[in-house]
């Protein structure tokens, strides 16, 4: 089946670590997408790539990083320098088209939680 | 700053009514309209997207799209309790690269 998959689905990170959630998609996509939900708020963009070995930064990019070293793949590493890591972290990935044809295709999500 | 206005509820409907879901967006240049519904706990999933004025009808959903007012609704016919979710109204802007902004989402509770 063809679909996006992310892992781990629950993190536990101690301050001044940093952490890489990964995420693999197999439906062939050209672009890929992070965003951050905060409880009661929509999604923001963190990172997006429209191709391999390139990528953009999003609303709230800082204190994170991101690699697209291969196209099923879109790691992102929440660094250290994230004051307020804890959220729940989703994927996703579309055709990048115009219009309507850039539907997204989200992962189940990964939760991180800094103790 | 790219704004996608929703009323965050709950907006709470009797089974078997017609829920009304709304959002307003602020930039002109918006392209494509989009509708995700999410579970507690889970990721969003698309119902429907327009992207021309006027309605489009899928199943028992009907979006509703007025650009000249920046405006777009979901209508949800014969509600069912598993429809209540929280339901993500998302603007995609062509200028930046088809990126999504989502609004903070409202939460719909259908009683039985």
């Known amino acids: 089946d063809g679909g996006i998959t992310q892992s781990p689905k629950y993190l536990f990170r101690k301050e001044g670590q940093n952490v890489t959630l990964s995420c693999e998609q197999n439906?062939?996509?050209?672009?890929m997408y992070w965003y951050r939900q905060d409880p009661g708020q929509g999604l923001r963009l963190i990172y997006y790539?429209?191709?391999?070995?390139?990528?953009q930064k999003g609303d709230i990019a800082e204190g994170y990083s991101v690699s697209r070293e291969k196209k099923e793949s879109f790691p992102l590493t929440v660094t250290s320098a994230q004051k307020n890591p804890t959220a729940f972290y989703l994927c996703?990935?579309?055709?990048?088209?115009?219009?309507?044809?850039?539907?997204?295709?989200f992962g189940a999500g990964s939760r991180l939680t800094v103790l | 700053q790219k704004e996608v206005e929703q009323n965050s509820g709950p907006l709470s409907v009797p089974e078997g009514a017609i829920a009304s879901l709304n959002c307003t967006y602020s930039?002109?240049?918006?392209?494509?309209f989009f509708w995700y519904r999410q579970y507690s706990g889970k990721s969003p999933e698309l119902i429907m997207f327009i992207y021309s004025n006027g309605d489009k009808e899928d199943g028992r959903f009907t979006a509703q799209l007025n650009k000249a007012s920046q405006y777009v609704s979901l209508l949800i016919r014969d509600s069912q309790p598993s429809d209540s979710a929280t339901y993500l109204c998302a603007v995609s802007l062509m200028e930046y690269g088809n990126k999504l902004v989502f609004g903070a989402g409202t939460i719909l509770r259908v009683k039985s």
């Open positions: 996703a990935s579309g055709t990048g088209g115009p219009l309507g044809a850039n539907v997204l295709t």
């Open positions: 930039d002109r240049g918006s392209q494509s």
């Open positions: 439906l062939n996509h050209d672009a």
């Open positions: 790539s429209q191709i391999v070995n390139d990528f």
